[in-house]
Every structure is written in structure tokens, then in C-alpha cells.
């Protein structure tokens, strides 16, 4: 068993019988009272965050996660195939575990993966930024340029995004995965 202080920022717990991982951390020591840690964590299948007040030198129950890059293959139902990189296995993963950047995933991208200890996958993270083709967009007038209008876009995977007026169908952009903008025109 580990105390409190092997805790670090984005380790993974066990806390009320759920796996967690840790966001935030502090190791308070106030006046003449006894020191504890300020712990804010993340519920790893909810997605809901919590905090707790451990005791300095409590025991903890430390999860080891690994984390592997994988490669985008297809889906299956709502699955998403990805096959490992080295060993060429292919693996199903649940398509709520990318969340909202699931839009902007495509067929042969990488995408990080955490296993827990039953090699069970808890976690995915898709790149923070990609490059795709824009596949309709009103088209632009010459010497749009000069404002920061922006005009709807339909990206190859069928996400829609906000594009700049000088940018048209065909043109490959960056697009962030986090947030969803558009970054910038990739040449």
C-alpha cells in the first residue's frame, strides 16, 4: 500500500471503490493542527470531479495504468478498432471513452490509450491537434482576409467546425481536438 505522499498530479487511485485520477494536490500544514492533503480528483468512468482531505501519511491504494499509442483502424458498432503499433494486435474500445474529440478522429490517426491492471481500457486521447481536408464551405470572396469572419465547414470526418472566409473546400487545416476550432491552413 502507498501513503499520501507517493500521490502526484494525474496518478490514478482507488477512492470509495472507484478509479480516480488525481488532477490537483497540496500538502497543507495549518497553524499547530496536524498536516493533511488537499486532493482533487477526476471519477475516470463518470468523468465527475471530487475532493478529499487525506490525512498526511495515510494509506492510499495506487492503480498502476499504462498507457499505449495505438492506431486508429475502423469501427465496429460502437466499438472503435485500434491496433497496436508493435505487436499488431487489435483491440475494441468504447467509443464514449473519446468523448466530443471522437468527431475528429480518422481512420489512421494515433490515439493514446490507458489500460488499468486487468488491461482493461479506461482512458483515450486523441492527439491534440489533426489535419483535416475541408469538404464544403460556402465559398470565399476575393479580399475576405482582412476581418476574423468565420463561416461553417464540413471536415472529411463530418465534424463541422468554423473556418476563416479565405479558406475553401479542398485545403487541408489544423483543427485543435480539445476545443474544437479551427488553428490554423496547413500548405
Do not use: W
Not at 44 to 53: P, W, Y
Not at 172 to 181: A, K, L, P, S, W
Amino acid at each position: 500500500m502507498a501513503t499520501t505522499s507517493d500521490l502526484s498530479r494525474g496518478a490514478f487511485i482507488r477512492y470509495n471503490g472507484e478509479l480516480m485520477q488525481v488532477l490537483e494536490y497540496e500538502h497543507r500544514t495549518p497553524g499547530n493542527l496536524r498536516a493533511f492533503y488537499q486532493v482533487k480528483m477526476r471519477n475516470v468512468n463518470t468523468g465527475k470531479l471530487a475532493e478529499n482531505r487525506f490525512r498526511s501519511g495515510e494509506s492510499i491504494e495506487l492503480i498502476r495504468v499504462e498507457t499505449r499509442d495505438l492506431m486508429y483502424s475502423y469501427r465496429d458498432g460502437s466499438n472503435l478498432v485500434c491496433m497496436d503499433n508493435e505487436t499488431f494486435e487489435q483491440i475494441y474500445i468504447d467509443e464514449t471513452l473519446f468523448g466530443e474529440g471522437l468527431k475528429f478522429l480518422k481512420e489512421g490517426f494515433n490515439v493514446t490509450i490507458s489500460f488499468d491492471e486487468d488491461n482493461t481500457p479506461i482512458m483515450a486521447e486523441l492527439p491534440m491537434s489533426v489535419e483535416l481536408e475541408v469538404t464544403y464551405t460556402e465559398p470565399g470572396v476575393k479580399g475576405d482576409t482582412a476581418t476574423k469572419t468565420l463561416k461553417p465547414a464540413t471536415l472529411e470526418t463530418g465534424a463541422e467546425v468554423s473556418i476563416p472566409l479565405f479558406v475553401d473546400i479542398g485545403e487541408m487545416i489544423r483543427v485543435n481536438t480539445q476545443t474544437g476550432e479551427y488553428m490554423e491552413r496547413v500548405k
